[in-house]
Nanobody, 122 residues
Framework: QVHLVESGGGLVQPGGSLTLSCVAS??????????MAWFRQVPGKGREFVAA???????YYSDSVKGRFTISRDDVKNTVSLEMNNLKTEDTAEYYC??????????????WGQGTQVTVSS
């Protein structure tokens, strides 16, 4: 069982920055093997992929955040972070951390956090 807890959300003005963090815990965590990702969701819409990082630190981004967001991981602290710069109002969403504990390149994410709200508004 893996427990994911996000933090760092909040209210920020357009053009501002925020950094989200997600800590993984549990009795059987092998964090360094996991593919980790961030998704986001707004009310009434499906969950949208934002960014992912695999066990060899390869990173992937949606076109909407490429060049503005940076995903990183700390395998000692079992943490994945999302640095968000030049935020836009359309980045407003609930942000979720996800883990693919099978360590696949394209398989499903089997653990999810509870989410942290990011609101971009003037």
């Amino acid at each position: 069982q893996v427990h994911l807890v996000e933090s760092g959300g909040g209210l920020v003005q357009p053009g501002g920055s925020l950094t989200l963090s997600c800590v993984a815990s549990g009795s059987s965590v092998s964090f360094s093997r996991y593919r980790m990702a961030w998704f986001r969701q707004v009310p009434g819409k499906g969950r949208e992929f934002v960014a992912a990082i695999n066990w060899i630190y390869s990173t992937y981004y949606s076109d909407s955040v490429k060049g503005r967001f940076t995903i990183s991981r700390d395998d000692v602290k079992n943490t994945v972070s999302l640095e968000m710069n030049n935020l836009k109002t359309e980045d407003t969403a609930e942000y979720y951390c996800a883990a693919d504990t099978a360590g696949t390149s394209s398989g499903p994410y089997d653990y999810w956090g509870q989410g942290t709200q990011v609101t971009v508004s003037s």
